[in-house]
T-cell receptor, first 111, second 114 residues
Framework: SQQGEEDPQALSIQEGENATMNCSYK?????LQWYRQNSGRGLVHLIL?????REKHSGRLRVTLDTSKKSSSLLITASRAADTASYFC???????????FGAGTTVTVRA | SAVISQKPSRDICQRGTSLTIQCQVD?????MFWYRQQPGQSLTLIAT?????????ESGFVIDKFPISRPNLTFSTLTVSNMSPEDSSIYLC???????????FGSGTQLSVL
């Protein structure tokens, strides 16, 4: 079932600016993952953060996790036109093998 | 990692007909899943495809409407039966390889039902 809620629903920024999106969830998790989807096609995994981690970096991506607030944020620094996509958070429950996806944030990077 | 070939990439179908979507993986995988993404929405899990046995369906999805086969560890099909316009969605195959906790996705099937 879907348990993640993301905000904002949509985000429009200028190339070179940073993009930040947030995800909240309801139940305890094993890990939280972020995925990107271009033009309604297959999703691509971006980064995974475990429940005992607070921050993680991968290239221009920075993810934070606050389990006390049941929330996570994804920061994309120095955005590029190619970052235009929909971004989804997904949680893996503590006693589950299935990912639950959030509603997604649509990011548009203007040249 | 896993490379997934999903076919067809898109189709336009008439009401009342059925469509079978195929998902082929380039390596043996532990788990295969089928998701639906309705227009402008997030992903909803339809079922987990189990090798050699009946799929495990999520609440709101039934075998008669979405029969699934998984004859081996690299291949699965999803059939959307007796289609109506409400079935117009993107259908996505995804896998867990067993080495990772992340999902790999096929490129999706864009289905439009008239």
């Amino acid at each position: 079932s879907q348990q993640g809620e993301e905000d904002p629903q949509a985000l429009s920024i200028q190339e070179g600016e940073n993009a930040t999106m947030n995800c909240s969830y309801k139940t305890s998790i094993n890990n939280l993952q972020w995925y990107r989807q271009n033009s309604g096609r297959g999703l691509v995994h971006l980064i995974l953060i475990r429940s005992n981690e607070r921050e993680k970096h991968s290239g221009r991506l920075r993810v934070t996790l606050d389990t006390s607030k049941k929330s996570s944020s994804l920061l994309i620094t120095a955005s590029r036109a190619a970052d235009t996509a929909s971004y989804f958070c997904a949680t893996l429950g503590s006693n589950d093998y299935k990912l639950s996806f959030g509603a997604g944030t649509t990011v548009t990077v203007r040249a | 990692s896993a490379v997934i070939s999903q076919k067809p990439s898109r189709d336009i179908c008439q009401r009342g007909t059925s469509l079978t979507i195929q998902c082929q993986v380039d390596s043996q995988v532990t788990m295969m899943f089928w998701y639906r993404q309705q227009p402008g929405q997030s992903l909803t899990l339809i079922a987990t495809a189990n090798q050699g046995s009946e799929a495990t369906y999520e609440s709101g999805f039934v075998i008669d409407k979405f029969p699934i086969s998984r004859p081996n560890l690299t291949f699965s099909t999803l059939t959307v039966s007796n289609m109506s316009p409400e079935d117009s969605s993107i259908y996505l195959c995804s896998v867990l390889t067993g080495m990772d906790e992340k999902l790999f996705f096929g490129s999706g099937t864009q289905l439009s039902v008239l």
